[in-house]
Structures are given as structure tokens and as C-alpha cells.
């Protein structure tokens, strides 16, 4: 799932993100509601009619960007209060306003508020903090009001098995239509992430959607589908892409590198992006990144989310088809051997 934290897909119209084959794409809660405001997206028609995206959309509660950027926050248990990011503006989120806030904002699916403490945090603020989610979880249940919105539930727990067990038992009990495991991805080692997946997922309902918060990486999607996962976000392919960096077959390249000054052929001969089909060299766009030409932000960013996009489709085809275990492990080496 793209990221369009603030309505957009950094660089991209919904037109490229179709012909991307995005499947959903996420707005974000916190910079939303600050900016331009939850009252104007409604005018508008909410996100779809805003921001002109006609696909299913997801909002965040806006949880993890109080806690990632606000300097001074205060937690209790009716919310939290932090200082806007833009201007220092005090504000107050709580789990009634941020649904009310993702009602208004119009998002196929939103998500409940959370806190998402960091990887390192005493398992006494871990234990403390997942019983404050789960009853700010049964609080945003219950001020939902849309029946043609699904809300998420989010586990919690960081790296402990008992506390992961007690999140996932309370947060099911809720029997919400789908569910994300949050708090990994934040800084903890991929085999400690990849473990506590693990434990989580299979316990999930079966029947309802499995969405990990935070991975954008061609290995770790392909690790966490291996375990379940259906849905995923991150920021990665559009934030590489403005840096320079390319995800390809064999491995990323960077294309500040100057071994690229002289490579004439495209980015990966396998893509069929629009910046791949229409012969755009990696000469070419490693010239348009050391200029710093506008052009390159939006061609690497259209590769890359298209990239990701269609190595989900090869992942779903080879799961449809008994396969998948094989095309994950062959698809890796070569990626890494790249």
C-alpha cells in the first residue's frame, strides 16, 4: 500500500498510482487533521473525492506520529496531548476524536488509536501501554459510526511472547474486521521482528485481514506474506526514490554511484513501469539525480512503487498456485546476490 501521507503519494497522481497497480493507498491521520483539516477533506468528499483517488484507502489513527514526532507529549488515560509538528499548537487525541476524525476524513478502512512505544522500552511500560491500547481500542469501537468504513484493531506488546499473546487475546475479543500488528519495525532486529510475527499471525482470525505496519522492503514483504501477512505500508520505495535509489530484480542501486554515468540500458529490462518501458537509461536518470532535476523524484517513485506492486502479484500467483515457499526463497537470492 502506497504511503500518501498528506493526500499524496509524493510525486505520483492517481492516475500513475492505477497504472501502478496500488491496490490501496494510506493517508495519514495526524498531518490531515492538522493540515488542511478533517472539516475541508469532508467538503470535498472526503480523501477519494480530495485527493482524486478512486481505489479503497486506509487512514492511520495518527498514533505513531505523536509518539514518533512530537517532542513533549502527555499520555493518560483519557488520550494524549502533543505539540503540532507545524507551528508548536497544542492538541489533544483521543480515541473518540481520532475516529471522528478518520469518519470525516473518509477512508475505506481506519485504524484505532494506539500507542506504539519504542523496541527498547521496560516490559513495565510495554505491559502498561498494550491494557491502555486495548481499552482505547473498545473506546474507538464503540464511537464508530460507519458502516461503510471497517475499523482495524492493532496488537501491541513489543518483544515479549506472554505480552504479544495478552494483546492479540484482548484485542480479538473486540471482533474487529481486521486486525495490524503494530510496534515492530522500530528499530529491534529483523529476526526478532520476524519471530514475533510469527507467534501473532497464526492466532489471527483466519478469515479477516492481516496488516503489518511499517514494511516496504522487497525481502521483508516477501518474509512477512511467507507468515501470513496481507497487507503492508511504508514509506521505503518513495523515500529511496527521492534519494536517488532504485529497486530492481538484482538487488537496489544507487544511482548517484558513477559506475551508473555511462549504463545505458533501463533501470530493470524485466519492469514494465512506464519509466522502464519507455527506455529511460540508468545513464539517463543517474544525470537527472546529480542535477537534481524534479524529473528523477517522479520516475524512481513511479518505478519503485510499481516494483513493489508487481512483485506482490507474483507473490499472490505463486501462492494460488502451491508455489510460493519456492518463489520466495529464489526471488531472495537473486536479490541479494544483485
Known amino acids: 500500500m ?31 487533521y492538522l493540515r488542511p483539516g478533517a472539516d475541508v477533506v469532508r467538503e470535498a468528499g472526503g480523501l477519494h473525492g480530495f485527493t482524486g483517488w478512486n481505489g479503497p484507502m486506509l487512514t492511520d489513527s495518527g498514533g505513531y506520529q505523536v509518539f514518533s514526532l ?36 473518509g477512508a475505506d478502512v481506519a485504524m484505532v488509536l494506539d500507542e506504539c512505544p519504542p523496541a527498547d522500552a521496560a516490559r513495565e511500560y510495554h505491559e502498561a501501554s498494550l491494557r491502555r491500547t486495548a481499552r482505547w481500542a473498545a ?24 505480552l504479544r499473546r495478552e494483546s492479540l ?38 478469515d479477516r485481514p492481516r496488516y503489518f505496519m511499517g514494511i516496504g522492503d522487497p525481502v521483508g514483504v516477501l518474509q512477512v506474506v511467507a507468515l501470513g501477512v496481507d497487507m503492508f505500508d511504508c514509506v521505503l520505495p518513495t523515500r529511496l526514490a527521492r534519494h536517488g535509489a ?67 502479484r507474483k507473490a499472490r500467483r505463486a501462492i494460488l498456485e502451491g508455489r510460493y515457499g519456492k518463489f520466495a526463497e529464489d526471488w531472495m537470492s537473486r536479490y541479494r546476490a544483485g
Not at 146 to 155: H, K, P, S, T, Y
Open 246 to 312: 532504485a529497486l530492481t530484480n538484482d538487488g537496489r542501486i544507487n544511482l548517484k554511484n558513477a559506475r551508473y554515468r555511462r549504463d545505458f540500458v533501463p533501470l530493470d529490462p524485466e519492469c514494465s513501469c512506464e519509466t522502464c518501458a519507455d527506455g529511460y537509461s540508468r545513464a539517463y536518470l543517474s544525470h537527472l539525480v546529480r542535477e537534481n532535476e524534479l524529473l528523477a523524484d517522479r520516475l524512481l517513485t513511479l518505478h519503485n512503487v510499481s516494483f513493489l506492486g508487481e512483485l506482490c
Open 139 to 162: 473506546r474507538c469501537k464503540e464511537a464508530h459510526s460507519r458502516e461503510d468504513q471497517a475499523l482495524f484493531g492493532i496488537v501491541q506488546g513489543g518483544l515479549y511472547p506472554d
Open 169 to 206: 487475546e484482548r484485542t480479538v475479543e473486540l471482533d474487529f474486521p481486521g486486525y495490524a500488528v503494530g510496534g515492530l519495525s522500530v528499530g529491534e532486529s529483523r529476526g526478532e521482528m520476524l519471530h514475533m510475527l510469527g507467534l501473532v499471525t497464526p492466532e489471527l482470525p483466519g
Open 70 to 105: 512530537a517532542k513533549t507529549r502527555r499520555i493518560s488515560e483519557e488520550g494524549v496531548e502533543f505539540a503540532s509538528v507545524y507551528d508548536g499548537s497544542s492538541h489533544s487525541f483521543t480515541p473518540e476524536l481520532t475516529t471522528r476524525v478518520q469518519e470525516a476524513l
Open 2 to 32: 502506497p504511503v500518501g501521507t498528506k493526500g499524496s503519494v509524493k510525486g505520483l497522481t492517481p492516475r500513475d498510482l492505477r497504472a501502478a497497480g496500488a491496490g490501496v493507498v494510506l493517508g495519514n491521520t495526524y498531518h490531515l
